[in-house]
């Protein structure tokens, strides 16, 4: 018995031991948990917290408003409008057929937008809102929230879109926006994340799309709290980010819809400038398109018929339209003869009706011929026959040179990236791209702005506003507010003031002598006196089939095989304030047609839109008057659109 | 010694046993069930979604851990083998009748509980080793025919349950079982030698990967891989523990407060009520709540092993630190899984996480323990 409790004592103690040594064990490995648990949520807990937060954060971008744009009297050109849309969301709605019917009867819908409301409910979880119909009117929206009752998960929201008030007058200034596409993310290194928001509208064309980086300003942030499936619990911070900057153009809106609207259907361009800033006052370009169509998506009807117009509504053709100048071109090569020295303003040429050159007649445009022609005369009469004798002298390099000091044949940097550079033909350029050599009939054709010369409706302006100055005046489209200071041109472009002043003087004849081309497109009151130069480009000359139809003038041809029309000007000549040109393709003669316009371009800019009657010959006024009415009925009215901050 | 050598003349009888009931124990397992009600309350959003019902199942396993440890411990001795066999049978059903769960059969739908035979293996097979023991003659505990027995025992249900395939439950009825030989005190040798045959096994498991001798399923594997470095897949096999350490880690010392935390209100956290509720616990309450109730836990054990050294039968010694092992193993596998210091593997944290099959398995061992508790012999001659 004693042995036998002696080994119950032993196994009991033995047990006691084994169960010490359990105990131990899990006491250790308790240990090691308490270790781990301080290790993470003490030593590591930083860096979790942070893993923690980005788990629950998501940053979700605001867009900023886009910037304004304005004309030089504050009137809005481009605007921010609130733009309606109907959402729905999936879980609030329940039966989604039945909702979207009842909103079939509400709103207008197409099946377009039922496809792809479906498709993208199908895309995304169920929580998420998804856009049924864009762009409803705001009684659509007050329609569907009378009915919200029977909608369920359905929300009217808002957001901005891009606005145009004066449509088409602007186009090819602003521009328009549009969606992102792929190809504007691929163009960027690194693009603005904004980019990726769904119906972000960046600047597609012109000022727009120039001026992105300052009209598109920086986004704001809204840190959402988000659960694991993404769905948003509550708004934890917002920062509201910046609107874009507003840009206030040079431009004034009357005027730039007062030259659209008298350049009405021709196929034409004008740009307004003041002589003495530089600063455009008017760029328009004819035919013109809504942008705002373009804003909301165009149909591929209306993009094909814009593409196909044989008048070319999407072409800037102050910018981008390049034309033989013309006679308007002839002041240069007259300049170039002067400072040669060659001539004087006295030199003498006589003008039979052609001139031979290398064996070929080269003919005046008056074949009867002016008889004996002086400088002022031949700018006066647009004598061609001078011009060829004269610049067979001085010889296209010098003429060439004195192009590009007064504006032509160079880019002027206005900032909008489309600006054509047009053509000054040397000899080196002829060489190089026609592998031919320059021959003088070359240099006869470029001294009537004709053969490869070739400019744009901007450059004329410059150049007009350079020859009415007398210096390096510079194109600006930006308000001196927004560019910093536009600052006045002093470089004198003439060593010797006295050979602009006998160009000057023949070009006031040209409007105001009983010879000039243009007398007939005078303006009689002092005050608004005009210096011009009419031009008729040759785009085909008549051929000999033509001839053989019985062809002989423009107005018998095609249109489009018509001569165009051009005229510059500034007035008033005493004091020169803006300066004109005017480009109508194919529209004939320049004294016909591209003077009287620029007249009441010259007249209304002057007048500050007035045009007094008592400016006109008194022969024009019942016709001005007239058409003074019919103007003032497609005119927009401005008054409503004035931004009052500025 | 066998409790049958003791006289049971001072045992307390009829309601008096309640007043010699452990009661520090009963009131360490209130805390923790109130805490798994508050956590649950916590991520359930309202009181009714998780925490009510899971009040509701603690009251009544509660009275069944008040009856049974009512009744004498020798009753549930004679009853251990068949305690055993009735939990062998079910596992054996399940696999016909069961529930196919997470790529296994584990369960069979009683109706109003989803029953978990191998969790009751979990008790039954210390109730059936600790009954073998105090029968054997103490001196032939380490002789090999004695040895083999217990591990057929032993090997039979396991066995059987990582045929299911559950490779976590089978190692935690493995491991309990083993424990009790080994308190019992069967020879170390055999012990040492499990040991390197154990080691042999892990290696011949990875090295049969990928052949078609392969001893685990793809999905353990990859569970082996994830746990080796969560970080390859965050978002699929790596994403639960990846997501279990954020939010432990954020919640710092002292936690984000009650309902505050982003990883579990948010539900970044998976199965945040059930295997992974002490993340929610450790993010709310931070290293403080989480090192509470490991110290509850461990006091708990404490107060078993108490109990165990108090007992003065070879049954109810083995019986307590039996079923304290499987305790054990509940809350530091649980622990060290969503710490990320062991493969998920599918344990509930005792008492805490949702779920009734694991807490009326413990509560009835609980009622065991007291059983054996109450039931002592106070004097020894």
Redesign the interface.
Known sequence: MNKSEN??HR??N???R??AV??LL??G??G???L???N???E??E???L???E??INVRLISPSRGEIYDRNGIILARNEPSYRITLIEEDAGDVERVLGKLAQLVPMSSEDLERTYAELDRNPSFLPVTVVDRVTWEDVSRVAINTPVLPGITPEVGLSRYYPLADNFTHVVGYVGPVSTRDLERHQNPDPLLKIPRFQIGKSRLEASFEDQLRGRAGTRQV?????GRI?RELRRSSGEAGENVQLTVDAALQCYVQARLGEESASAVVMDCKSGEILAMTSTPSYDPNKFVRGISHTDYNALLEDERKPLVSKALQGIYPPGSTFKMITAIAALESGLINEKTKVYCPGHLEISGKKKYCWKRGGHGQVNLEKSLRESCDVYYYEVALKVGIKKIAEVARRYGLGIEHDLGLEVEAAGLIPSKEWKKRTKGMDWLIGDTANASIGQGDVLTSPLQLAVMTARIATGKDIKPVLLNSNSNGGGQLPTTDLEDDPARLKAVRQAMFNVSNKRNGTAYKSRLIKDKFRMAGKTGTSQVFSISEAERKKGITSNEDREWNRRDHALFVCYAPFDDPKVAVSVVVEHGGGGSKTAAPIARDIALFALSDGECPLDAYPVKDREHIAEQKEMLAKILPDLSSNKNVEI | MSYLEYRVRSIPRGFRKILHLNWALILLLIAVASIGIIMLYSVGGSFSQWAEPQLKRFLVTFVMMLMIAMVPIWFWRNMSAIAYLFALTLIVLVGFIGSTGMGAQRWIDLGFIKLQPSEIMKVAIVMALAAYYDVLPPSKISRPVWVLLPLLIIALPTLLVLRQPDLGTSLLILITGGTVMFLAGVHWAYFTSVLCAGVGVVFAVFQTRGTEWQLLKDYQYRRIDTFLDPSTDPLGAGYHITQSKIALGSGGLSGRGFKMGSQSQLNFLPEKHTDFIFTTLAEEFGFVGGISLLAIYMLILLFCLIAALEAQDRFSKLLISGIAMTFFLFFAVNMSMVMGLMPVVGVPLPLVSWGGSAMLVLMAGFGLIQSAYVHRPRTTK
Not at chain 1, 225 to 229: I, K, P, R
């Open positions: 080994h119950d196994i009991s033995r047990m006691t084994r169960a359990v105990g899990q006491l490995f308790a090691a948990l308490a781990r648990m301080r993470l949520q003490i590591e807990a860096q979790f917290r893993l923690a937060e788990n629950r709290e988000v659960n694991a499936t619990m």
